[in-house]
């Protein structure tokens, strides 16, 4: 039985980790109620940055601010130097383990899922209030991520699962064997969560992948 009646509204991605707490019977009502007036700065979501980070006052330690980071792996794993052990100590996260992070990273997206990475940096309030200075709090926030220095401790990988709706792929198949409509897909996911989803709806065929530009990522469509 949940341990609430909240019921989650929003993005899709959102309600899902959401979910997924209230099924662990977390009361995320509370935790959501707790960091109400505390947040200093926000740097929103973008197709550009894929990640997100918000930075917010402890709720239990007001002389302490924490910045959380989520968004793509290959994102936010590497602007990472310390990971969280299952025993909560930090250890230094190196080169050789973002790689194999983010090798079983490929392996959950392929399946297909949509797999998002967590982190987090804490700082006393002191600092973070020398950091916002003249600067507004997003502003300050934003140039801390892009400048690498706050020192950020990655948490984990996660893999939602979002499954083809109804009729997806008998549309797509009726389309193709029109002979008058070619069906692409374009996605903000991982390139293999992407292509493991267009190999499910017919946009792709094994023997499409035998050409170079049968998948792409957005780099490389550009150039």
Not at 13 to 38: C, M, N, S, Y
Request: glycine share 8%.
């Amino acid at each position: 039985m949940r341990a609430t009646t909240y019921v989650p509204v929003g993005s899709g991605t959102e309600v899902g980790f959401l979910k997924f707490l209230q099924d662990a019977e977390v009361p995320v009502h509370l935790l959501i109620q707790r960091k109400l007036g505390k947040i200093q700065g926000v740097s929103p979501f973008s197709p550009i940055k894929k990640r997100s980070a918000v930075a917010l006052v402890h709720p239990d330690r007001t002389d302490k601010v924490v910045v959380y980071v989520k968004g793509a792996p290959e994102i936010v794993i590497p602007m990472c130097k310390t990971y969280l052990t299952a025993s909560g100590e930090q250890e230094d996260f190196n080169e050789d383990d973002q790689n194999g992070v983010l090798a079983h990273v490929d392996g959950m997206a392929g399946r297909p899922l949509r797999v998002l990475s967590f982190a987090y940096a804490e700082m006393d309030l002191a600092d973070w209030e020398e950091r916002v200075g003249s600067s507004t709090p997003d502003r300050a926030l934003e140039d801390a991520l892009i400048n690498d220095n706050i020192e950020l401790t990655f948490v984990s990988v996660f893999g939602l699962k979002d499954p083809l709706r109804p009729k997806v792929t008998s549309c797509v198949k009726y389309a193709r064997d029109s002979g008058k409509m070619g069906v692409r897909l374009v996605s903000g996911d991982h390139v293999s969560t992407a292509k493991a989803v267009a190999l499910k709806a017919g946009i792709l065929s094994q023997g499409d992948l035998d050409s170079e530009y049968a998948v792409m990522d957005a780099a490389d469509f550009r150039q």
